[in-house]
């Protein structure tokens, strides 16, 4: 959907150097989230955002940090990058939280070498 | 965290079959959601469903909430190739907290 972008798309990066993605809307959507994909596994939930500087943890959250301070930007950081972050990361908004779905972004695949 | 259990976790299919998967969890959801994902793509909301035993229909996509409310099916009629993709199914554990995701049924359609 054009309301939600991820940056970047691809990338490549080595291991212990930290990394940021980057989810922007223009939804104006109060809840966001990031997921990671992974084969045999599904989407799991790494934190999510419910305002303006309020953030939590999900279920995937080590090694991951995350920052709001604009209602559109919501900004995934891999603190000292490792091999099995290496996945496809999608940022998701929603209007009023899970029980009405999400709108998902399309996605950033991540490799750390 | 809960968990969705997805079944089957793949399927191959001839074009103009018809396709059913299901989605069953260990507790009871109040929300039951259906999601589909293109390759390289994230995935798009099908159907949302929100009371026990409620059928909704999307085109030729329908869903059922299951009456126990731990689980949910989907039905796809008349296949065809841009069905082909994952079909997640996901639910909030409770009240609007963030959505549980199944692994996911990869469907193959040949024609």
């Known amino acids: 959907d054009a309301g939600i972008t991820q940056s970047p798309r691809h990338k490549v990066t080595e291991t212990g150097t930290p990394v940021t993605l980057r989810c922007h809307q223009t939804?104006?959507?109060?809840?966001m989230y990031w997921y990671r994909q992974d084969p045999g596994h599904g989407l799991r939930l790494i934190h999510y955002?419910?305002?303006?500087?309020?953030?939590d943890k999900g279920e995937v959250s080590d090694g991951y940090s995350v920052s709001r301070s604009k209602t559109e930007d919501f900004l995934l950081t891999l603190e000292s990058a490792t091999s099995s972050q290496t996945s496809v990361y999608f940022c998701?908004?929603?209007?009023?939280?899970?029980?009405?779905?999400?709108?998902f972004g399309s996605g950033t695949r991540l490799t750390v070498v | 965290g809960q968990q969705l259990n997805q079944s089957p976790q793949s399927m191959f299919i001839q074009e103009g079959e018809d396709v059913s998967m299901n989605c069953t969890s260990s507790?009871?959801?109040?929300?039951w959601l259906w999601y589909k994902q293109d390759p390289g793509e994230g995935p798009v909301l099908l159907i949302a469903?929100?009371?026990?035993?409620e059928l909704t229909s999307n085109g030729r996509l329908t869903a059922q909430f299951g009456i126990t409310r731990k689980d949910s099916f989907l039905n796809i009629s008349a296949s065809i190739p841009s069905d082909v993709g994952i079909y997640f199914c996901?639910?909030?554990?409770?009240?609007?907290?963030?959505?549980?995701f199944g692994k996911g049924t990869r469907l193959s359609v040949i024609a």
């Open positions: 998701a908004i929603s209007v009023q939280g899970g029980n009405y779905g999400y709108t």
């Open positions: 939804e104006n959507h109060r809840y």
């Open positions: 955002s419910y305002g303006v500087k309020d953030t």
């Open positions: 507790s009871i959801f109040n929300t």
């Open positions: 469903l929100y009371k026990a035993g």
């Open positions: 996901a639910g909030p554990e409770s009240g609007n907290t963030p959505l549980v």
